[in-house]
């Protein structure tokens, strides 16, 4: 069992910054992405940014330029960097963990999802 526990979330103007931070606890037979997404009032939750096996990263197109994801493995932990913060970015932003589990001897691919830290943009 992993258990995800977001963090960094807050209140902050208009063309600020802040930095989340996922900490993960457990372990995972193998991690195929770290992910974050977020969900704002009203709308579905969607792609913000994800990291995968090689550090390769991916980012949505309103996200590119802006933030940028990262990682620590010594800290199991993944991070993301907003910059240039607009309104618009008001969301609950929730990471998620891909990969395998070893379930009954068997491999099973799942995920996890943390609690979600709320970032709020606004003068």
């Known amino acids: 069992q992993v258990q995800l526990v977001e963090s960094g979330g807050g209140l902050v103007q208009p063309g600020g910054s802040l930095r989340l931070s996922c900490a993960a606890s457990?372990?995972?037979?193998?991690?195929?992405?770290r992910d974050w997404y977020r969900q704002a009032p009203g709308k579905q939750r969607e792609f913000v940014a994800g990291?995968?096996?090689?550090?390769?990263?991916s980012y949505a197109d309103y996200a590119k330029g802006r933030f940028a994801i990262s990682r620590d493995n010594a800290k199991n932990t993944v991070y993301l960097e907003m910059n240039s913060l607009k309104p618009a970015d008001t969301a609950v932003y929730y990471c998620?963990?891909?990969?395998?589990?070893?379930?009954?001897?068997?491999?099973?691919?799942?995920?996890?999802w943390g609690q979600g830290t709320q970032v709020t943009v606004s003068s």
């Open positions: 990291i995968a096996s090689g550090d390769i990263t």
């Open positions: 457990g372990s995972m037979f193998s991690i195929a992405s």
């Open positions: 998620q963990f891909e990969g395998t589990v070893i379930t009954g001897g068997r491999l099973e691919f799942t995920d996890y």
